[in-house]
Nanobody, 121 residues
Framework: QVQLVESGGGLVQPGGSLRLSCVASGRIFSIHAIGWYRQAPGKERELVATITSSGSKNYADSVTGRFTISRDNAKNTVYLQMNSLKPEDTAVYLC???????????????WGQGTQVTVSS
C-alpha cells in the first residue's frame, strides 16, 4: 500500500503565496507521475499540475505562470509553489501519484486526503 500525505495549505490573502508538499511512502518501486488536483465545493475535481519521472510538467491553463510544480525523487516528494493566489484558487488540493510498487510493469493510482487552500481577504 502507498500513502500520500499533503501539507502546506491554509488561509492566504489574494496575491499571496503558499507552498504545498506531498510525501509518498509505502510500497514504492518508482513513481511515474505525481501531481496535484483540486476540488472546490460544488465543482468537479480538476487537474492543477503534474510532473513525470523525467521531469515533464503539465499545468492547467488557469494556473500557468503562477504555480510551479517540482519533485524530489530521492524523497518521493512533490511540491507546488503557488504565487499570485486568487479567490478562485480556493479548494481542497489533493495529491495524486501513479506508482509502480514492484518489479512488475503494473502501476496504480493513489490519492491523498487533501489540504485546504483558502484565498480570501
Amino acid at each position: 500500500q502507498v500513502q500520500l500525505v499533503e501539507s502546506g495549505g491554509g488561509l492566504v490573502q489574494p496575491g499571496g503565496s503558499l507552498r504545498l508538499s506531498c510525501v509518498a511512502s509505502g510500497r514504492i518501486f518508482s513513481i511515474h507521475a505525481i501531481g496535484w488536483y483540486r476540488q472546490a465545493p460544488g465543482k468537479e475535481r480538476e487537474l492543477v499540475a503534474t510532473i513525470t519521472s523525467s521531469g515533464s510538467k503539465n499545468y492547467a491553463d488557469s494556473v500557468t505562470g503562477r504555480f510551479t510544480i517540482s519533485r524530489d525523487n530521492a524523497k518521493n516528494t512533490v511540491y507546488l509553489q503557488m504565487n499570485s493566489l486568487k479567490p478562485e484558487d480556493t479548494a481542497v488540493y489533493l495529491c495524486n501519484a501513479n506508482v509502480r510498487p514492484g518489479l512488475g510493469p503494473k502501476r496504480y493510482d493513489y490519492w491523498g486526503q487533501g489540504t485546504q487552500v483558502t484565498v480570501s481577504s
